[in-house]
């Protein structure tokens, strides 16, 4: 009983995750075949809500993963998950200037592409064991896709901090009393990068260490 109450949250979880994911993707496609570049300056109008959404769900991955509910590295997936929280809900969601910039277009795409890549899978390892293409899929294209959504990221907080600075120019308060947001975010950037470095690492080792597990069992068939 215990363990069917599991499997129909952990289906219920990513079935959610996925559809969300689906929705921002249709959406921004055919909002962009539709109205070309004109798209792009509202794509967070559009998908906002629901991106925000998906996002904040994502942190459960933590609990699942920490208490056994799902098999894989924590760290990386902490990185990629308290990266894009900051990054949602301090910068774009903090700014509405930038909300409005070509870059957030990129960087919802290449977050839903990554999301698209990993709830598929998730969804199947649950009932069965993914096929060699699958795992090979999962496993492989995030490395092109993942450092690109990285540098989306950077770009988005280069471009966020002029504004950030006029606001805290115009403060009459002094600086002791607030945290100095335009600092906060250019130590970010070090950190974005050495998070996304070892989150690579981790990533590649596991996608070895998968794709091995996978060519000895079929060896030994």
Same mark, same amino acid.
């Given at each position: 009983?215990?363990?069917?109450?599991?499997?129909?949250?952990?289906?219920?979880? +990513? %079935? &959610? *995750?996925?559809? #969300?994911?689906?929705?921002?993707?249709? +959406?921004?496609?055919?909002?962009?075949?539709?109205?070309?570049?004109?798209?792009?300056?509202?794509?967070?109008?559009?998908?906002?809500? @629901?991106?925000?959404?998906?996002?904040?769900?994502?942190?459960?991955?933590?609990?699942?993963?920490?208490? #056994? &509910?799902?098999?894989? $590295?924590?760290?990386?997936?902490?990185?990629?998950?308290?990266?894009?929280?900051?990054?949602?809900? @301090?910068?774009?969601?903090?700014?509405?200037?930038? *909300? /409005?910039?070509?870059?957030?277009?990129?960087?919802?795409?290449?977050? +839903?592409?990554?999301?698209?890549?990993?709830?598929?899978?998730? %969804?199947?390892?649950?009932?069965?064991? $993914?096929?060699?293409?699958? %795992?090979?899929?999962?496993? /492989?294209?995030?490395? $092109?896709?993942?450092?690109?959504?990285?540098?989306?990221?950077?770009?988005?907080?280069? =471009?966020?901090?002029?504004?950030?600075?006029?606001?805290?120019?115009?403060?009459?308060? !002094? $600086?002791?009393?607030?945290?100095? %947001? !335009?600092?906060?975010? =250019? #130590?970010?950037?070090?950190?974005?990068?050495?998070?996304?470095? @070892?989150?690579?690492? =981790?990533?590649?080792?596991?996608?070895?260490? =998968? &794709?091995?597990?996978? +060519?000895?069992?079929?060896?030994?068939?």
């Amino acid at each position: 009983m215990r363990c069917s109450i599991r499997l129909m949250y952990l289906f219920l979880y +990513n %079935l &959610l *995750q996925f559809c #969300g994911h689906t929705w921002i993707f249709a +959406n921004m496609t055919a909002r962009f075949l539709s109205f070309g570049g004109d798209a792009l300056d509202d794509t967070f109008y559009s998908v906002g809500v @629901v991106m925000s959404s998906c996002q904040l769900l994502s942190a459960l991955e933590l609990f699942h993963i920490a208490d #056994g &509910l799902e098999k894989g $590295p924590l760290l990386p997936r902490f990185v990629q998950v308290t990266e894009r929280i900051f990054l949602l809900f @301090v910068v774009i969601i903090g700014e509405e200037e930038i *909300q /409005t910039k070509p870059i957030v277009c990129a960087l919802f795409y290449l977050w +839903n592409v990554l999301g698209l890549l990993r709830y598929p899978h998730q %969804l199947m390892c649950l009932f069965s064991t $993914p096929s060699l293409n699958m %795992l090979w899929v999962h496993h /492989t294209l995030w490395i $092109p896709v993942y450092p690109l959504s990285v540098l989306a990221e950077g770009v988005t907080v280069f =471009q966020a901090l002029p504004y950030f600075r006029s606001q805290n120019a115009g403060l009459t308060q !002094p $600086p002791s009393a607030s945290i100095h %947001l !335009p600092y906060l975010l =250019q #130590g970010y950037l070090p950190l974005l990068a050495a998070g996304a470095c @070892v989150a690579e690492w =981790q990533l590649m080792r596991d996608r070895r260490q =998968q &794709l091995d597990t996978w +060519n000895k069992k079929l060896k030994r068939k």
